[in-house]
């Protein structure tokens, strides 16, 4: 139990003692003015009667007040389920599209890759075939180039020796 039950105890306890303990005091009959009659009755009798309507009054608010906190926890913990399953939902949803997202941009990235791959083989195919090209004709060049060197070298060589050509 809490300070406060053993505290509200202690009062009544105390009540009841000094009740029982006067009990001749407040059962004896007093003449009591209701303002517009008057009346016969004993004084501590009815200090008691309205002591515990105003007790079971507060008892009664006290219970009302705790149901009605109850039913409101119960419906904010109804709403928070209800806002947490539409979070999950929603992040559910985001990640589901973030996921999309990638994927899309990904499949892009390599479609572009295999673009830009397919047109670097087909440079490097071209500056091959140059190259080769270049080569040949290099080749070819050269070779003409040492034919007419040995073929100035034999007329020189010739005509020092005093052969014809």
């Keep these: 139990m809490s300070l406060r ?3 509200l105890l202690a009062v ?3 009540i009841a003692v000094f009740a029982a303990i006067n009990w001749t005091a407040f059962t004896t009959p007093t003449t009591l003015s209701l303002v517009f009659a008057k009346i016969e009755a004993p004084l501590g009798i009815v200090m008691l009667v309205i002591t515990g309507m105003v007790g079971v009054l507060f008892l009664t608010y006290v219970v009302y007040l705790q149901s009605t906190i109850l039913l409101e926890s119960r419906r904010n913990a109804r709403e ?12 559910a949803s985001r990640f589901t599209e973030l996921r999309t997202l990638l994927e899309g941009r990904s499949s892009a ?7 830009s791959q397919s047109a670097l ?11 080769k090209a270049t ?5 070819t060049v050269l070779s003409a180039y040492i034919g007419e ?6 007329r020189k060589l010739s005509s020092a020796r005093g052969m014809p050509p």
């Design 109 to 115: 990235l390599e479609a572009a890759l295999a673009q």
């Design 12 to 14: 009544v306890a105390v």
């Design 149 to 154: 060197v040995e073929d100035r070298l034999e």
């Design 5 to 7: 039950t053993l505290f």
């Design 135 to 139: 080569v040949e004709q290099s080749g």
């Design 80 to 91: 928070l389920e209800t806002q947490r399953k539409l979070a999950d939902e929603a992040e």
């Design 121 to 131: 083989q087909n440079r490097l195919d071209g500056i091959s075939a140059d190259l």
